[in-house]
């Protein structure tokens, strides 16, 4: 099955194609760098980084460009408060940005450009579209002037005699029209600047992408991503800017995430119902997070709750669960199965795999990619649950594979699973006021009292642990605990 994408710009589900052969060219919009990331860019970063394993993963060499936005007018304002120079502020919040994303196990884009490292080709091409009769100058301000690009408001399906209605120019512009955007402003008494050809100044905020996604990927490339926020004005700007430019196709396939909302709300900094991914990584684990933006298509808006989270952090300790059992399987031993028995599970192993990748060929649908992996778990807790001897070897192997191949795709279910479940058995035992060691000292003295057939004694420590929140199960290997809550 071909990988099918949905365009926002024809509004349907198009073949994928790249421009040039086997290589991908991918430019996602990124931060801009004046505060601590909230876990509406999580969902970003998380849908973009599996596009980009996905692509990986189908063979495609990819280039995948993001930028930082490190000169604006929200740095700007944070500099001066806090006392500090905007590169100052930037330079913090880069850190501060890699340190959460490399929690939630992003892999490291090809490029990550700075919109202040990029100023020579940024006044580059405010010149050629100067040039070209797209924008004009007035006392140190570049604009563009939206009228002279035939077709803008295509990618968001804007009428221009509506955008007309609601647009006004705003105190100390000076541009001709109001629908028209500024591509340079003239430097204002401290603020950073850089020479141009029309004084001191700085660039605008639409003009650095298209700057920098032409640079590394050239006047044409296949994917072009960001929040469903971007679509208008900031994408329908670049359009107009790079095509205006260069006269060619800007980018084949546009691709926009939804929001995430809070009480149906989106979730935002001017509006202050966000969440710091650093405070929601001190109560749940990263991998939770992940799971939680995956389980829902990229496209779909997602409604955050704590008790949402939770749900996802309990599915992945019981797929880490399922995987730790499979691991641990003998090596050796007699089938457990019988062999058309064994045949009907190779089948289904192999329904739930092309699944998978069908899902994902369907405009990276992970919702549906998922399913099939948690399908898979159930079955192995359906098959190998009592193992007392190993399967047969094949179809472990065939089942392992298909995991990994699928975790190394999802960035879940990547980890070693004991160790994974060790770590957070322990948080949670400290967080019970427990250690193992009291744990497994109680348990041996049940163990003594069903021995001695005192077995009142040893279901009252059964319903002591249950009540500091430990179950427990006998089973033939012996006696085994978890966390009740989980």
């Known amino acids: 099955m071909p990988l099918r994408i949905y365009d926002t710009f024809t509004r349907s589900k198009q073949e994928f194609r790249p421009i040039r052969g086997n290589h991908v060219g991918m430019y996602v919009c990124g931060i801009t760098v004046y505060d601590l990331c909230h876990i509406g860019h999580a969902r970003s970063a998380i849908v973009f980084d599996t596009i980009y394993r996905y692509l990986q993963a189908k063979s495609y060499d990819v280039t995948f460009v993001k930028n930082f936005t490190d000169i604006d007018d929200k740095i700007i304002n944070r500099a001066n408060r806090e006392g500090l120079t905007a590169g100052q502020v930037a330079e913090r919040y880069i850190e501060e940005y890699y340190r959460d994303m490399d929690r939630l196990g992003l892999r490291k884009p090809t490029h990550e450009p700075r919109a202040t490292l990029h100023i020579g080709g940024i006044i580059d091409l405010v010149q050629e579209l100067i040039r070209k009769g797209h924008a004009y100058e007035v006392s140190g301000d570049v604009y563009y002037a939206v009228r002279s690009f035939q077709g803008y408001g295509k990618l968001s399906g804007k009428d221009i005699e509506e955008l007309e209605a609601g647009a006004r120019v705003e105190p100390g512009e000076a541009k001709r029209d109001p629908l028209d955007f500024a591509l340079w402003k003239k430097s204002k008494p401290g603020e950073p600047s850089w020479e141009s050809p029309w004084g001191r100044g700085r660039p605008g905020w639409h003009i650095e992408c298209s700057a920098m996604s032409t640079h590394f990927l050239g006047e044409s490339f296949d994917l072009h991503g960001g929040g469903m926020d971007l679509i208008f004005p900031h994408h329908e700007n670049e359009i107009a800017q790079s095509e205006g430019a260069t006269g060619k196709r800007f980018v084949s396939y546009w691709l926009h995430n939804g929001f995430v909302q809070t009480n149906k709300e989106k979730m935002s900094k001017s509006l202050g119902n966000f969440f710091t991914i650093r405070e929601i990584l001190e109560r749940f684990e990263p991998q939770a997070l992940r799971l939680f933006a995956l389980m829902h298509h990229y496209r779909n808006p997602v409604d955050f709750s704590e008790q949402s989270l939770r749900e996802a952090e309990k599915a992945l300790y019981r797929g880490y669960a ?147 929140g430990i179950s427990i199960m006998d089973t033939p290997g012996g006696t085994v605990w978890d966390i009740a809550d989980e």
């Open 322 to 468: 399922s995987l730790r059992l499979l691991r641990g399987l003998p090596a050796t031993g007699k089938p457990l199965l019988l062999p058309e028995r064994l045949e009907a599970l190779s089948d289904r192993i192999d329904e739930l795999n092309n699944g998978f990748f069908e899902a994902m060929d369907d405009d990276f649908n992970t919702a549906g990619a998922l399913s099939c992996l948690f399908d898979l778990m159930r079955l192995i807790n359906t098959h190998f649950k009592d193992a007392t001897a190993g399967p047969e070897t094949g179809v472990v192997k065939g089942i392992d594979a298909f995991v990994r191949k699928a975790a190394d795709i999802l960035g879940v279910f990547d980890s070693d699973p004991s160790a994974f479940l060790s770590s957070r058995r322990e948080k949670r035992l400290a967080g019970l006021g427990l250690t193992k060691g009291a744990v497994e000292e109680m348990l041996e003295r049940r163990a003594l009292l069903r021995k001695e057939r005192a077995f009142k004694d040893a279901d009252a420590i059964r319903a002591e642990l249950l009540r500091q």
